[in-house]
């Protein structure tokens, strides 16, 4: 099993900026994609930015390309994923999700992932 805790999160205004981050342990070696998801009151769960093993292969939903960037460092028995969010809008309120699979190729559904974190508030105010 892997367990996966984000931080990070918090309250700031428009433009403003933060990071979050997510720590996975347990069976981190079986650990390929991971990937940072997001769910805004009333809305569907959708996928933010994923990372390959690597990190050589990343995917941005269109809504916050160049503006989130997501790293990830692949300790000996911790992952480590990171979401560095710029420029924040309104928009972008929502509970941030880290989620992890044993699978490779950079997916972006949420029934592709099998490991998720208990998430993360993020509020932006205008």
């Known amino acids: 099993q892997v367990q996966l805790v984000e931080s990070g999160g918090g309250l700031v205004q428009a433009g403003g900026s933060l990071r979050l981050s997510c720590a996975a342990s347990g069976r981190t070696s079986s650990i390929l994609d991971m990937a940072w998801f997001r769910q805004a009151p009333g809305k569907e769960r959708e996928v933010v930015s994923v990372?390959?093993?690597?990190?050589?292969?990343?995917?941005?939903a269109d809504s916050v390309k160049g503006r989130f960037t997501i790293s990830r460092v692949n300790a000996k028995n911790t992952v480590y994923l990171h979401l560095q969010m710029n420029s924040l809008q309104p928009d972008d309120t929502a509970v941030y999700y880290c989620?992890?699979?044993?699978?490779?190729?950079?997916?972006?559904?949420?029934?592709?992932?099998?490991?998720w974190g208990q998430g993360t508030q993020v509020t932006v105010s205008s």
């Open positions: 989620a992890a699979r044993r699978f490779g190729g950079v997916a972006i559904r949420r029934d592709q992932y099998e490991y």
């Open positions: 990372i390959s093993w690597s990190g050589g292969s990343t995917y941005y």
